[in-house]
């Protein structure tokens, strides 16, 4: 069965501080991954997605940036932190090949900038 | 084009009622309607999804609706629990690898 891990859970870091979270999906091949961000009680926000190594896809301009260096690794990162980078971070995964299909979510990340 | 509009924001029902959700959409392209349900500092799961050929699919207590003329579906709660107290997303994906998603429905479910 497919397991999808992200790390780490919570995070609490300053403003201008670098980033990187991690996610990791196993027992399937070459999925297509994401990255989320769901601000407090409201909806999911794609930042990134990518459907091979190294293909990565932005569909918000800001200062977070997405590597995927192994086929079921993914990264989210940044340079420097703003507070406005607070929220609850969420990586998923789907099958490869679909136009349309189920996309399984991580446990999150909640990241505070202060 | 590519937003799927949510309703209600917020829902409170007691024990046994049944919560009704709606979506509704405007891309024709749009042929995958999943919802998923995200409890408290959790992951949303994927809950039920149909595809439009269906008019109706059930899953235990979870019904989807899904009126492909009207370019609306709804979520149905059948005999709701306190258990079943979180949030809801619609979400429609066609033609690329990205669901849009609905705002979301804080469902709460009074014993």
């Known amino acids: 069965s497919q397991t999808i891990h992200q790390w780490p859970a919570t995070l609490v870091q300053p403003v201008g501080s670098p980033l990187s979270l991690e996610c990791t999906v196993e027992g399937t091949s070459n999925p297509n991954l994401y990255w989320y961000r769901q601000a407090a009680g409201r909806g999911l926000q794609l930042l990134f997605y990518?459907?091979?190594?190294?293909?990565i896809s932005s569909e918000v301009p800001q200062n977070l940036s997405a590597s995927r260096p192994q086929d079921r690794q993914f990264i989210l990162s940044s340079k420097k932190l703003l507070l406005s980078d607070s929220g609850f971070y969420l990586c998923a995964w789907g099958r490869s090949g679909r136009a349309g299909g189920e996309q399984f979510f991580g446990p999150g990340t909640r990241l505070t900038v202060l | 084009q590519q937003q799927v509009k949510q309703s209600p924001q917020s829902l409170i029902v007691q024990k046994g009622g049944i919560p009704i959700i709606n979506c509704a959409y405007e891309n024709t392209a749009f042929d995958y309607f999943p919802w998923y349900q995200q409890f408290p500092g959790k992951g949303p799961a994927l809950l039920i999804a149909i595809r439009p050929d269906v008019s109706e699919k059930k899953e235990g207590r979870f019904t989807i609706s899904f009126n492909k003329s009207a370019k609306q579906f709804s979520l149905h709660i059948m005999d709701s629990q306190p258990g079943d107290s979180a949030t809801y997303f619609c979400?429609?994906?066609?033609?690329?690898?990205?669901?849009?998603f609905g705002k979301g429905t804080k469902l709460t479910v009074n014993p």
């Open positions: 979400a429609a994906q066609g033609g690329s690898e990205k669901l849009v």
């Open positions: 990518s459907v091979g190594i190294g293909q």
